[in-house]
């Protein structure tokens, strides 16, 4: 199992940009999927953002598609979200995540980085 920590929230006027770094402790990080959740404001559960495989395949919630890029530096032991043209809407707390090859499961969760986009 990984450890994870996220760094790189912060605010932003909207049509900014932010990077988001998450940084992974432990063996065998080249055999997650790694991806980016987010939970906005008020509501119970966080939703998908992206994801990258082993073999950088990536996929993108429709929301942000086109704005934002996830990629993964395996040795270094690192995902990066590179986020675009933010919108209000994208205001949330993000979380990194985990999940082994094969599993459906996440096994791992960062603590999360606030990100707010406001004027």
């Known amino acids: 199992q990984v450890q994870l920590v996220e760094s790189g929230g912060g605010l932003v006027q909207p049509g900014g940009s932010l990077n988001l770094s998450c940084a992974a402790s432990?063996?065998?990080?080249?055999?997650?999927?790694m991806g980016w959740y987010r939970q906005a404001p008020g509501k119970q559960q966080r939703e998908l953002v992206a994801?990258?495989?082993?073999?950088?395949?990536?996929n993108y919630a429709d929301s942000v598609k086109g704005r934002f890029t996830i990629s993964r530096d395996n040795a270094k032991k690192e995902v990066h979200l590179r986020m675009n043209a933010l919108k209000p809407e994208d205001t949330a707390v993000y979380y990194c995540?985990?999940?082994?090859?094969?599993?459906?499961?996440?096994?791992?969760w960062g603590q999360g980085t606030q990100v707010t986009v406001s004027s």
């Open positions: 995540s985990a999940r082994p090859v094969g599993s459906t499961l996440i096994t791992s």
């Open positions: 994801t990258i495989t082993t073999g950088d395949r990536t």
């Open positions: 432990g063996n065998s990080f080249s055999i997650y999927v």
